[in-house]
Nanobody
C-alpha cells in the first residue's frame, strides 16, 4: 500500500486548508485510514481517523474544526481543516491500518498503523 499526501501549505490563522491522501496498492486489506501530525519538537499524535464502516474519531483539539472523509473507493482520504490556529502547524501524515488499528490509534498507539505517507507540511501564521 502506498500513500501520498498533498495539499499542505501556508495559511493565516482563521483560514482553511484541505489535505488529501492518495492510496494505491492492495487497499482491500485496509480497515481504517487516518491523519496524524507532528509539530516541531513534539511527538506524533492522532488528528482524525475513519474506519471502513464509516466510524470517525477526532482529537479534542480539532473537534468541530476539522473533518475527515474518504471517497467510496477508499482510494482518497481528505482532511478539511477550518478555523486553523498556529498550534495546528505541523507535518501531517496519512496512515492506513488493518483490523484493530482504528482502536489502537484512538488509544494512542499511532505507531501500530501499518502504512504511512511521507507527510505534508501545514504552517499557520498568526
Amino acid at each position: 500500500v502506498k500513500l501520498v499526501e498533498s495539499g499542505g501549505g501556508s495559511v493565516e490563522a482563521g483560514g482553511s486548508l484541505r489535505v488529501s491522501c492518495a492510496a494505491s496498492g492492495f487497499i482491500t486489506i485496509i480497515d481504517s485510514m487516518g491523519w496524524f501530525r507532528q509539530a516541531p519538537g513534539k511527538g506524533r499524535e492522532l488528528v482524525a481517523i475513519i474506519s471502513r464502516g464509516g466510524d470517525t474519531y477526532y482529537a479534542d483539539s480539532v473537534k468541530g474544526r476539522f473533518t475527515i472523509s474518504r471517497d467510496s473507493s477508499w482510494t482518497t482520504l481528505y482532511l478539511q481543516m477550518n478555523r486553523l490556529k498556529p498550534d495546528d502547524t505541523a507535518t501531517y501524515y496519512c496512515a492506513a491500518g488493518g483490523p484493530g488499528r482504528y482502536r489502537a490509534a484512538i488509544e494512542g498507539k499511532w505507531y501500530d498503523m501499518d502504512y504511512w505517507g511521507k507527510g505534508t507540511l501545514v504552517t499557520v501564521s498568526s
